[in-house]
C-alpha cells in the first residue's frame, strides 16, 4: 500500500518550499490539488495550485460526497478530491496532502493508515515575519490567519509527526523518509 502523507501547519510556516523539495527529491510522489472558495492570488493557475469553485459549486463537491475532506479555513473553504487521492494510492503511488488541521483530522477517521505530520515554526516570532513578511495578504487577513495558527500549534499532539521547520532541506528530507 502507498503512503498517504498528510502535511499540515500554520499559514505562514513554510510548507510550500519544503513540498517542492520534497518533490524534487521523490518526483512520483503526487501532491494532492485541492478545491477552494479562495481567490486566486497573482500567478495562481486553476487546476494547478488549487481548482478554484464558485460557493455553489463547492456545495455541489460536498453534496455528491466528492471531497475526502473539507474545511473552513480564514474565510474560505477548502477540500481535497477524493477520487484522485483513491486511484493514485490504488497505483501504488505516494500522495502528499498539504492540508490544514481539521481537515488532517478528517483524513485521519476516513483513512487510518495516513501519516499525519504537523509542521511547526521555529519560534513564534518567526511565524508572524514570515506571514508578513510574504505579503501575499492584507494585514487583516494576516491577524485572522495568526489567530488560526495559535490555534492550529495547539493541535501538534494529534499528529504522528512533528517537524520543526528550522532547516528547509533538513524538514523535507524527514517528511521524504515518510514518503518512502
Ligand atoms: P492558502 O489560502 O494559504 O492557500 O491555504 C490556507 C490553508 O488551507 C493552508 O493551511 C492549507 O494547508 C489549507 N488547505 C489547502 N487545501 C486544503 C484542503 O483541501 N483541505 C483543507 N482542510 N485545507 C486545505
Do not use: C
Not at 515575519?129 to 492550529?152: D, F, H, K, M
Request: aromatic fraction near 8%; charge should be negative.
Amino acid at each position: 500500500m502507498a503512503h498517504l502523507v498528510v502535511l499540515s501547519g500554520p499559514s505562514g510556516v513554510g510548507k510550500s518550499a519544503i513540498i517542492s523539495e520534497i518533490l524534487n527529491e521523490l518526483p512520483d510522489t503526487w501532491l494532492s490539488v485541492s478545491a477552494t472558495t479562495r481567490t486566486p492570488r497573482p500567478g495562481e493557475v486553476d487546476g494547478v495550485n488549487y481548482f478554484f469553485r464558485s460557493q455553489q459549486e463547492f456545495d455541489d463537491l460536498i453534496t455528491h460526497g466528492e471531497l475526502l475532506e473539507w474545511a473552513q479555513f480564514a474565510g474560505n473553504r477548502y477540500g481535497t478530491p477524493r477520487r484522485a487521492v483513491q486511484e493514485r494510492l490504488d497505483a501504488g503511488i505516494p500522495v502528499l496532502l498539504e492540508i490544514e488541521v481539521q481537515g488532517a483530522m478528517q483524513v485521519r477517521a476516513a483513512m487510518p493508515e495516513a501519516i499525519l505530520v504537523f509542521l511547526k515554526p521555529p519560534s513564534w516570532e518567526e511565524l508572524e515575519s514570515r506571514l508578513v513578511g510574504r505579503g501575499t495578504e492584507t494585514p487583516e487577513q494576516v491577524a485572522i490567519r495568526l489567530e488560526t495558527a495559535r490555534s492550529e500549534l495547539e493541535s501538534v499532539d494529534f499528529f504522528d509527526h512533528v517537524v520543526v521547520n528550522d532547516d528547509v532541506s533538513r524538514a523535507a528530507l524527514e517528511l521524504v523518509s515518510y514518503l518512502s
